[in-house]
C-alpha cells in the first residue's frame, strides 16, 4: 500500500507516522503511534492488526527490531507485506516481503525510515527522506515535506487518493489521548498530500481556539486566575489563528471577542464582535444563549453586543 514516513523528533521524543496511497482511507488502515511508545505503518497487502500488535511489542519494551521479527514471525503471508517501525528511543526496524508490488523501496536516516511499494519510481522513498532531514520545523512539518517529495517523485504508480498524518508526543504515560500532537486523515481527495499541507496550519489554528474554549478561567465558569500578560498572549494567539483559518470562518474572532468581553476589555469587544455579526448575524443570538450557561454576565454581553445590536 503505497509509501509511508515513520519517524522520532531526537529533539521532543515526538513520534509520527505520515502516508499516502491509491486507496480510500489509508489513516484507518497504516498509521499508528502511541505517546511514548512508538510508531508503525503497515502496508503493502495490508495487516492492519501489525499496528496495534506492533504498539503492544513496543510498550512491552521490545525493540523495533525486534518487533518487525517478531510480527513477521507470525504471519504467514508475511511476503506480501512492508512493515516500518521506530521506537521510544529512536531505533527503527524494517519489513520488505519478496512479494510486495514493485516498485518496491526503503531508505533509512537517523530515526526515521521510509518504505514503499507500488511505486511509480524507485526514487520515491529516497526523494522523501531527503526532504525529511533537510525540512525545518517540528516533526509534523518535517513529515509533511517527505510525503510532498514524494509526490514530487512519482508517488503511487496508480495514483492518488488518501493520506494521514498522526504525531504523538514523548510522554508515556496514563492518559495517551492527551498526548496526540497531529491526527489528520484525507480519505477521499484528487490531492490527498496537498489536502494534509492545507489543513496541518488550520488544525493548528484550531487547536489554539479550543484552547481558549474549553479552559476554565479564560472561558469556562468565572474570570478568574488570568493575569495580564497571559490574556495578552491568548488574545494576540488568536488573532494569529483568525489570520491562518481565513475570512469566511469567524470561530477564532468570536471567542477573541468574548474573551475580550469577560475580561473588562468592552470597547475592543464590541468593535470585534460587530465584524463578526456582520459576517454572519445569527451568531448575534447565539452569544445570547451563552449567556445565561455562564459564559457572560450581563455587563460582559452588553458589552459585546452594544454596537452588533444597532447594526441595519
Same mark, same amino acid.
Given at each position: 500500500?503505497?509509501?509511508?514516513?515513520?519517524?522520532?523528533?531526537?529533539? =521532543?521524543?515526538?513520534?509520527?507516522?505520515?502516508?499516502?496511497? !491509491?486507496?480510500?482511507?489509508?489513516?484507518?488502515?497504516?498509521?499508528?503511534? &502511541?505517546?511514548?511508545? %512508538?510508531?508503525?505503518?503497515?502496508?503493502?497487502?495490508?495487516?492492519?492488526?501489525?499496528?496495534?500488535?506492533?504498539?503492544?511489542?513496543?510498550?512491552?519494551?521490545?525493540?523495533?527490531?525486534? =518487533?518487525?521479527?517478531?510480527?513477521?514471525?507470525?504471519?504467514?503471508?508475511?511476503?506480501?507485506?512492508?512493515?516500518?517501525?521506530?521506537?521510544?528511543?529512536?531505533?527503527?526496524?524494517?519489513?520488505?516481503?519478496?512479494?510486495?508490488?514493485?516498485?518496491?523501496?526503503?531508505?533509512?536516516?537517523?530515526?526515521?525510515?521510509?518504505?514503499?511499494?507500488?511505486?511509480?519510481?524507485?526514487?520515491?522513498?529516497?526523494?522523501?527522506?531527503?526532504?525529511? &532531514?533537510?525540512?525545518?520545523?517540528?516533526?509534523?512539518?518535517?513529515?509533511?515535506?517527505?510525503?510532498?517529495?514524494?509526490?514530487?517523485?512519482?508517488?503511487?504508480?496508480?495514483?492518488?487518493?488518501?493520506?494521514?498524518?498522526?504525531?504523538?508526543?514523548?510522554?508515556?504515560?496514563?492518559?495517551?489521548?492527551?498526548?496526540?500532537? =497531529?491526527?489528520?486523515?484525507?480519505?477521499? !481527495?484528487?490531492?490527498?498530500?496537498?489536502?494534509?499541507?492545507?489543513?496541518?496550519?488550520?488544525?493548528?489554528?484550531? %487547536?489554539?481556539?479550543?484552547?481558549?474554549?474549553?479552559?476554565?478561567?479564560?472561558?469556562?465558569?468565572?474570570?478568574?486566575?488570568?493575569?495580564?500578560?497571559?490574556?495578552?498572549?491568548?488574545?494576540?494567539?488568536?488573532?494569529?489563528?483568525?489570520?491562518?483559518?481565513?475570512?469566511?470562518?469567524?470561530?477564532?474572532? #468570536?471567542?477573541?471577542?468574548?474573551?475580550?468581553?469577560?475580561?473588562?476589555?468592552?470597547?475592543?469587544?464590541?468593535?470585534? #464582535?460587530?465584524?463578526?455579526?456582520?459576517?454572519?448575524?445569527?451568531?448575534?443570538? #447565539?452569544?445570547?444563549?451563552?449567556?445565561?450557561?455562564?459564559?457572560?454576565?450581563?455587563?460582559?454581553?452588553?458589552?459585546?453586543?452594544?454596537?452588533?445590536?444597532?447594526?441595519?
Amino acid at each position: 500500500m503505497t509509501y509511508s514516513i515513520v519517524a522520532r523528533d531526537p529533539a =521532543t521524543g515526538e513520534l509520527g507516522v505520515g502516508a499516502q496511497t !491509491h486507496f480510500f482511507g489509508v489513516g484507518a488502515l497504516l498509521p499508528w503511534a &502511541e505517546a511514548g511508545v %512508538g510508531a508503525v505503518a503497515t502496508q503493502a497487502f495490508v495487516n492492519v492488526e501489525h499496528g496495534p500488535h506492533g504498539l503492544e511489542l513496543l510498550r512491552a519494551g521490545v525493540s523495533a527490531s525486534s =518487533t518487525v521479527d517478531t510480527l513477521v514471525a507470525g504471519d504467514p503471508d508475511s511476503a506480501y507485506r512492508q512493515l516500518g517501525v521506530v521506537d521510544a528511543v529512536g531505533s527503527v526496524g524494517t519489513h520488505t516481503g519478496e512479494s510486495c508490488a514493485p516498485c518496491v523501496a526503503v531508505a533509512r536516516g537517523t530515526q526515521v525510515t521510509v518504505q514503499g511499494n507500488m511505486l511509480a519510481d524507485p526514487d520515491v522513498c529516497a526523494a522523501a527522506l531527503r526532504a525529511f &532531514e533537510a525540512e525545518e520545523g517540528d516533526l509534523a512539518d518535517r513529515i509533511l515535506a517527505g510525503l510532498l517529495a514524494a509526490e514530487a517523485a512519482g508517488g503511487d504508480v496508480r495514483g492518488s487518493q488518501s493520506a494521514a498524518l498522526r504525531v504523538v508526543s514523548g510522554n508515556r504515560g496514563p492518559a495517551p489521548w492527551n498526548e496526540v500532537r =497531529t491526527d489528520l486523515r484525507v480519505d477521499d !481527495h484528487p490531492d490527498p498530500v496537498g489536502e494534509l499541507a492545507r489543513l496541518l496550519p488550520r488544525s493548528r489554528a484550531f %487547536g489554539v481556539v479550543g484552547s481558549v474554549m474549553f479552559a476554565r478561567g479564560l472561558t469556562l465558569g468565572p474570570f478568574t486566575g488570568i493575569g495580564p500578560d497571559e490574556l495578552d498572549e491568548r488574545l494576540r494567539a488568536l488573532a494569529d489563528a483568525a489570520q491562518v483559518i481565513g475570512p469566511d470562518n469567524r470561530e477564532a474572532d #468570536f471567542w477573541r471577542a468574548v474573551l475580550l468581553a469577560r475580561a473588562g476589555r468592552a470597547a475592543a469587544a464590541a468593535e470585534l #464582535f460587530a465584524e463578526v455579526t456582520a459576517h454572519r448575524a445569527e451568531l448575534l443570538r #447565539f452569544a445570547e444563549n451563552l449567556a445565561p450557561l455562564g459564559f457572560l454576565d450581563e455587563e460582559a454581553l452588553a458589552a459585546l453586543t452594544e454596537h452588533a445590536r444597532r447594526a441595519p
